[in-house]
């Protein structure tokens, strides 16, 4: 497989993995919690001491249903989470780093599915096709009306090195 058949290899986290990272003089302790139903409750409490959170989000979700539940959305839920998350109390000077992934997908996902994205953003229907940059602010605008305290949103395409290394600074420093 090439380094991009690895890096689109999806595998659902379960539990809570611990990495450390260095950057620079830094060092930080990154836990990468599951996103699925059933492992929520398990990482509410991993947060209570958290210095940031980092929340990584799909831009394509919103043509995918639920793995628990495959009548509802998926950036729907993660909109609710994301909503949840930002409101806790014990977290509510913890800055909010949001990362849209999948970039690189997000002009497939649009060609076959822009109904589906019209309809969760509550945009009527057209006829013209909704194109990436469009659908990228309507998506941000999505996340910054259910956490109006998010420090900065970085798009990142996981394939390109630079890119996501220029994002992951600029959430650093």
Known sequence: PSDEDVLRVQVRTTGCGKLQVCNGDSQFQVL?????RSERRKWLSKVRDADVIFYMASLTEFAEPLFEEASANRMQESLSVFAETSGLPHLKDVPICLFLSKLDL?????????????????KEPSSEALGADAAVALIKQRYADVCTRCSQVHMVNLLDKKQTRKALDQAIM
């Open 32 to 36: 990468d919690v599951g996103g699925l």
């Open 106 to 122: 997000l002009d497939g996902r649009l060609q076959t599915h822009t109904d589906a994205l019209r309809g969760l953003l509550d």
